[in-house]
């Protein structure tokens, strides 16, 4: 049990945290934060916070549990923000998409307090965001990667390990490289596509048309292309290598199929469909309770 | 009211358009026949057709309705074999995903009998295929093309109009150039990309690991990955051009957002995530009853 949880950045991720901890008895106050002082009041009026904080540092004043959910550019100004009142005793944990620049900017911004951080991210997201849509149930069966450092305080990492596990999320530990390499291939790339996808029928002549005709196959093939931009654009940019590289495999084995297309090779083409289709269609998203998956 | 429906082809579309006439109280008998017999075999033990025919062309005979409900690649041999009953007074319908090869088989085959076809391209389908995944709920609340010939009857346009109308599908009518591209953009193309996707991840060293962490954003993007290969390879194949002009608009727009990337140029990154972004938030499936979709 926390005596108080505060919140940086009210939004999807940060007020169904705050919403999933109620719900859970595991917090008696909220306090949170948000760049835009309507977003905090909304958060306020919504009942997802209790108190609206008039800063990053007075959202942590005290708080022993600290979420930090903003975009991952954001990261090393808001540890700076906040950095005099990170203390033994507080728990601070962030929710970012990626891991490696997360945990650098907090061994520069934290430097000996960085014990305290358990760098976190929970595998969960809808296309719509804002406090608005914060959900009690979001981290409800679904995976939380944990990426502490050498210097994390080993009590913190079980604490934060329990705290996940109350809310209902599978939880992992990796390390901060392999994490951005993984989540490079399942998730920043497909959304990568999944924009570049939409906007190039969109954009074209007839794409108004076009859009019109489409069904349920394109629904979901493009609903993450609703994804937050500036979300988005943090991850993209701050993972980017990783990126480039999955990217460069994708290319490849699209070329490889519209090579036998070109060809008119149906026999290879077949082939290459078929061992796509049969591993899509033996895999299943992982979650702690099989069948819960909301 | 039709006397009895001839089914050629027992898989997951032929399958859901018998039980959704039979359900539509539309049909007295409906006659089935699949190149496997043990399939036909099925589709009557499920109660998906009334009675197993032997061939192609016995599925015809008595029929006053027959539905084409095989690969696409497989229209012209079994116009072949069906030919000689198709005649006046049986109305002849396909549901295949791409239009042009058919009408020119069509052409090809029917001759002067080819009055008698209307090609129709139904927008529905499951990731799971064959008859066991039958649903006369498959067709409603979805949209259908005919994309009916010169010598189309159009008597026999209107009464396809009205079957797919009774089973619940909104009626366009298109030429089957502007079908095949407008649906190489919005679902040929996605679906080439999503089987190059899942294999490229799939097929690396890290592959089974990286999979196993993908969350509900993966998983709705690859949905269709797991669409069948025969159907797939079939219409990738038969509308390559169209296809491989969309995959191109679709490369230049994945380049342009690479660039920004490799440039560190968040800001341009953002404007084009969050044009994307917005035009698909404001997308919505059509639907002839608005909310209605399954």
């Excluded at 002082?37 to 959202?59: F, H, N, Q, Y």
């Excluded at 679904?142 to 934060?160: G, H, N």
Aim: aromatic letters at 6%; charged letters at 20%; a positive charge.
């Amino acid at each position: 049990m926390f005596n108080q949880l505060g919140v940086i950045g009210c939004g999807l991720m940060g007020g169904s945290f705050a919403l999933a901890l109620k719900r859970a008895g595991l917090v008696k106050r909220v306090v949170g934060y948000s760049k835009s002082p309507s977003t905090t009041e909304k958060a306020r009026r919504l009942g997802v916070i209790d108190t609206a904080a008039e800063s990053a540092l007075l959202a942590v004043s005290g708080s022993d549990l600290v979420l930090l959910a903003v975009p991952v550019a954001a990261t090393e100004a808001t540890l700076k923000a906040i950095r005099h009142l990170v203390e033994p005793g507080v728990m601070l944990m962030d929710v970012g998409s990626t891991k490696r620049d997360v945990v650098d900017a907090a061994r520069r911004v934290l430097k000996d307090k960085v014990g305290c951080f358990v760098p976190a991210h929970p595998i969960t997201g809808k296309e719509v965001s804002g406090i608005e849509n914060a959900d009690a149930y979001l981290y409800a069966n679904r995976q939380v990667i944990l990426t502490p450092l050498a210097q994390t305080d080993a009590a913190l990492v079980q604490k934060a390990t329990d705290v996940w596990a109350a809310i209902g999320c599978q939880v992992l530990k990796m390390s901060p490289e392999n994490h951005d390499a993984a989540f490079a291939a399942v998730s920043h790339l497909p959304h990568l596509l999944a924009f570049a996808y939409f906007a190039s029928v969109a954009k074209q002549p007839a794409g108004r048309d076009f859009l019109s005709l489409a069904g349920p196959g394109f629904r979901d093939f493009t609903r993450i292309a609703a994804s937050d931009p500036v979300m988005w654009r943090d991850v993209l940019m701050s993972n980017r290598e990783e990126i480039l590289k999955q990217s460069q495999r994708f290319r490849h084995t699209l070329d490889a199929l519209e090579h036998v297309m070109k060809l008119g090779n149906s026999e290879a083409l077949e082939d290459l469909i078929r061992n796509a289709s049969e591993m899509r269609a033996g895999w299943q998203m992982s979650s702690p309770k099989p069948g819960g998956s909301r």
